[in-house]
């Protein structure tokens, strides 16, 4: 008999945002940025439970609000402008462990910052690692506008240094068709093994599958000019998207 993972979907969502105020719970398209997020999860087949930690009470209430759960209140120490994912992730599965008894087998995360998804681009990524024993994250990514073997780096002395260069003989001389195609991470979807994020101590550990999304999906909100680029999206945007559903009154 097979046997599907246990799937759950976290949404981080701290209090605090400087550059945009209420950032997470801001209005999108006439919705709260952060159910775009919930939405992903509640709309995915393998995903069973969707839950934001947060250290906020009014994103506590609206996400309540579109449906996710939201069982614990994040500690505060575990909120702050330079907290990792790890320690989130990992005060999350060790919570519902001791308190519920639930230990998921796949850790969807869901940025809020990154609100625009395809459809199915959670349940390829659960599907995915589950079918690949050995991977132990599976991590969305776009291909990268500009190749990283012509990138520079200042050097003390002034001088510069290529980025890359294993492999090839001055890449940065190279024409880009003879260079390997490159990709950037994008915040869209990452799916974890719970025990790389309990046991190896990182949210990727050493075996990463992409999930290679189409660009046109790409935005990551951090700043006002972001949001006006997300709203421009919203609007003009020709591709498939999981869209909120409104909460019954």
Same mark, same amino acid.
């Given at each position: ?15 605090? =945002? ?23 999860? &509640?709309?995915? %087949?393998?995903?069973e ?7 906020? +009470? ?12 939201? @069982?614990? !209140? ?8 330079? +907290?990792?994912?790890?320690? !989130? ?11 519920q008894? *639930? ?24 599907? =995915?690692?589950?079918?690949? @024993? ?6 969305? !990514?776009?291909? =990268? ?6 990138? $520079? ?12 260069h294993?492999? *090839?003989?001055?890449? *940065?001389n ?6 390997? /195609?490159?990709? $950037? ?8 093994? =719970? ?31 972001? $949001?006006? &680029?997300?709203?421009?999206?919203? %609007?003009h &945007?020709? &591709? /498939? ?9």
């Amino acid at each position: 008999m097979v046997t599907r993972p246990r799937v759950l979907a976290l949404i981080p969502a701290r209090g605090g =945002s400087k550059s945009i105020p209420r950032k997470n719970i801001n209005p999108l398209g006439g919705v709260p940025l952060i159910a775009y997020s919930i939405a992903a999860g &509640l709309q995915a %087949a393998y995903v069973e439970r969707t839950i934001v930690s947060t250290d906020n +009470t009014e994103i506590a209430r609206v996400s309540r609000d579109w449906g996710a759960e939201v @069982p614990f !209140v994040r500690p505060g120490e575990l909120a702050q402008d330079d +907290t990792p994912d790890l320690p !989130v992730f990992q005060h999350a599965l060790r919570w519902l462990a001791e308190h519920q008894g *639930y230990q998921p087998d796949i850790v969807i995360q869901l940025r809020p910052t990154s609100p625009f998804r395809p459809p199915e681009c959670v349940d390829q990524a659960a599907q =995915s690692l589950w079918d690949d @024993p050995q991977a132990d994250c599976v991590r969305g !990514v776009v291909p =990268s506008t500009q190749n990283p073997f012509k990138m $520079w780096r200042f050097e003390p002395g002034g001088y510069m240094q290529p980025l890359l260069h294993e492999g *090839y003989q001055e890449p *940065y001389n190279m024409p880009r068709q003879a260079l390997p /195609p490159t990709y $950037w991470q994008t915040g869209h979807i990452d799916a974890i093994r =719970s025990a790389t994020i309990l046991h190896k101590n990182s949210m990727t550990g050493e075996r990463i599958l992409p999930l290679i999304l189409n660009p046109r999906y790409t935005v990551d909100i951090d700043d006002p000019k972001d $949001w006006d &680029l997300a709203e421009w999206q919203l %609007a003009h &945007l020709e &591709l /498939p998207l999981v869209r909120p559903v409104a909460p019954k009154p």
